[in-house]
């Protein structure tokens, strides 16, 4: 049995506030794509890419690697019996301005275990990610 770290996260205001009413206006942006990123060892955090609506990455858009919480609980261990799988997560513009207060606020993300055989760790907030419709 392995251990995996997860820690809380935390997707800042400053991140969110710049990808809504930023400077340089990311055109086309409708989502983003969150993914798991293997740090050192055992320790995993999310990173977003900026998506369109064909859920495809906006050329020339920067990755945002989501930190872990400074004040949280550093580290969930979640033993796993099996393999782990890492779940595709979006979240789309008008949830991240909802979820945000339109990039006044912090969005926390807590990890939590979740079991379909065999077990896998997601975000709570996060959305799995539906696949991609052909042709789009």
Same mark, same amino acid.
């Given at each position: 049995?392995?251990?995996?770290?997860?820690?809380?996260?935390?997707? #800042?205001?400053?991140? =969110?506030? $710049?990808? %809504?009413?930023?400077?340089?206006?990311?055109?086309?942006?409708?989502? !983003?794509?969150?993914?798991?990123?293997?740090?050192?060892?055992?320790?995993?955090?999310?990173?977003?890419?900026?998506?369109?609506?064909?859920?495809?990455?906006?050329?020339?858009?920067?990755?945002?690697?989501?930190?872990?919480?400074?004040?949280?609980?550093?580290? #969930?261990?979640?033993? =796993?019996? $099996?393999? %782990?799988?890492?779940?595709?997560?979006?979240?789309?513009?008008?949830? !991240?301005?909802?979820?945000?207060?339109?990039?006044?606020?912090?969005?926390?993300?807590?990890?939590?275990?979740?079991?379909?055989?065999?077990?896998?760790?997601?975000?709570?907030?996060?959305?799995?990610?539906?696949?991609?419709?052909?042709?789009?």
């Amino acid at each position: 049995m392995a251990t995996f770290n997860f820690p809380t996260l935390i997707f #800042k205001k400053e991140d =969110i506030y $710049d990808l %809504l009413h930023g400077k340089k206006k990311i055109k086309g942006f409708n989502r !983003l794509g969150i993914q798991f990123y293997r740090r050192k060892g055992d320790d995993f955090t999310l990173v977003a890419q900026i998506l369109d609506k064909r859920r495809k990455k906006i050329e020339d858009s920067h990755l945002i690697f989501i930190e872990a919480h400074p004040d949280a609980i550093k580290m #969930k261990n979640i033993p =796993i019996d $099996d393999e %782990l799988i890492f779940l595709q997560h979006e979240m789309s513009k008008s949830e !991240l301005k909802q979820k945000s207060d339109d990039g006044s606020k912090d969005i926390i993300l807590t990890p939590m275990p979740i079991t379909i055989n065999p077990a896998a760790v997601t975000y709570d907030q996060l959305n799995p990610c539906p696949p991609n419709q052909p042709g789009s």
